[in-house]
């Protein structure tokens, strides 16, 4: 829907580099012990909607992370929850740099528009216009209706944000 040249967020190249999950999925059982889906949902809070792990990455990064025994789960209400150990603590704390550029880049991704309920509330609009594939199988003629709502809207975003940067 967007084009390259106007996503806000464009001087970005990856969300994460290689391997940064693991730091970020045990920096958040070490404030809150958590299962798997309070992960995604949290990261997708902080980043408004922008990102979201998959369970594909999320699930075998807290396997990964049990198997090395830097988090421990326990079975709750049919959910695992983790909690970091100490051993994973050590693993935080010797990293620390690591940590702190991965925080910093989570910053630079999600803090431009953290205060403006605007902006967010634009996200979950579009976060919810694409869940709706999900729900609905539109005919031909929708498809084609839907289609160009979107585009006209893209080209009228296009102009908005081409007025500001000018």
Known sequence: ???????????????????????????????????????????????????????????????????????????????????ITEAGKKFLYERQEQVDKIKENMKAWAGPHEHHQDFRDSIRDLRDLWHLHRVVTPDTEKLKRIKEVISKANKEIEEIIGKDTD
Request: no cysteine.
């Open 1 to 83: 829907m967007f084009q390259r040249p106007y996503f806000p967020f464009r001087h970005h190249h990856r969300m994460f580099e290689k391997g940064a999950l693991k730091y970020i999925i045990l920096n958040l059982v070490k404030d809150k012990p958590s299962h798997g889906y309070e992960i995604m949902r949290a990261l997708e809070e902080k980043f408004q909607g922008f990102y979201t792990p998959s369970a594909g990455s999320v699930y075998p990064t807290l396997q990964m992370l049990e198997d090395l025994d830097y988090v421990t789960s326990i079975e709750s209400d049919g959910k695992k929850v983790f909690t």
